[in-house]
Nanobody, 120 residues
């Protein structure tokens, strides 16, 4: 079992940066693939980024490639999403997700989400 708690969301203007964090608890966190999804109002949840275990491969949605960076600190049981050059269309609730086997569209365990709002 893995529990995930996101933090770091907020309201910013276009062009700004935010870093989301996802603190994980539970056994064998370091052996899970980790990722981020987001859901904007009135839209379906969509994949954002993922990082694999043990190789550390990363995979991004085209819409965030070159602007967002996913990373993982196994010693701190934390995965991060650095978001630069934010756009209004990045406004959404961002969810952290962990999966033992699926790649890159993870689905086993989900956090409660953190709101990101980008104004123009």
């Amino acid at each position: 079992q893995v529990q995930l708690v996101e933090s770091g969301g907020g309201s910013v203007q276009a062009g700004a940066s935010l870093r989301l964090s996802c603190a994980a608890s539970g056994r064998s966190f370091s052996t899970y693939n980790m990722g981020w999804f987001r859901q904007a109002p009135g839209k379906e949840r969509e994949f954002v980024a993922a990082i694999s275990w043990p190789s550390g491969w990363t995979y991004y949605a085209d819409s965030v490639k070159g602007r967002f960076t996913i990373s993982k600190d196994n010693a701190k049981n934390t995965v991060y999403l650095q978001m630069d050059s934010l756009k209004p269309e990045d406004t959404a609730v961002y969810y952290c997700v962990a999966d033992k086997s699926r790649w890159p569209y993870l689905d086993d365990y989900w956090g409660q989400g953190t709101q990101v709002t980008v104004s123009s």
